[in-house]
């Protein structure tokens, strides 16, 4: 059994920041790509930002200079460090994972809300 478990989302006004956690346990051999993705309300799941095992990082426009992902790869976690938010930021925000012979799996979900 696999799980991947986000924290850390929240209620922050405008400008303010957040940073979201992701830890991914259970029956894992090693994990490639992660990521954040989000899904605001009426809207598809859009990418946020990926991060590969070796540190090699991928941002949406509209969060580049704003958000930054990283990861531990010893504790199996990812996290996403976000600045200056925006209203238009609101979302649920999703962790991904892909691993070794388990294929992708997603996280549960956390809301973020930005107050103008």
């Known amino acids: 059994q696999v799980q991947l478990v986000e924290s850390g989302g929240g209620l922050v006004q405008a400008g303010g920041s957040l940073r979201l956690s992701c830890a991914v346990s259970g029956d894992i051999f090693s994990i490639n790509t992660m990521g954040w993705y989000r899904q605001a309300p009426g809207k598809q799941r859009e990418l946020v930002a990926t991060i590969t095992g070796g540190g090699s990082t991928n941002y949406a426009d509209s969060v580049k200079g704003r958000f930054t992902i990283s990861r531990d790869n010893a504790k199996n976690r990812v996290s996403l460090q976000m600045n200056s938010l925006k209203p238009e930021d609101t979302a649920v925000y999703y962790c991904?994972?892909?691993?070794?012979?388990?294929?992708?799996?997603w996280g549960q979900g956390t809301q973020v809300t930005v107050s103008s």
């Open positions: 991904n994972a892909e691993l070794l012979l388990r294929g992708t799996r």
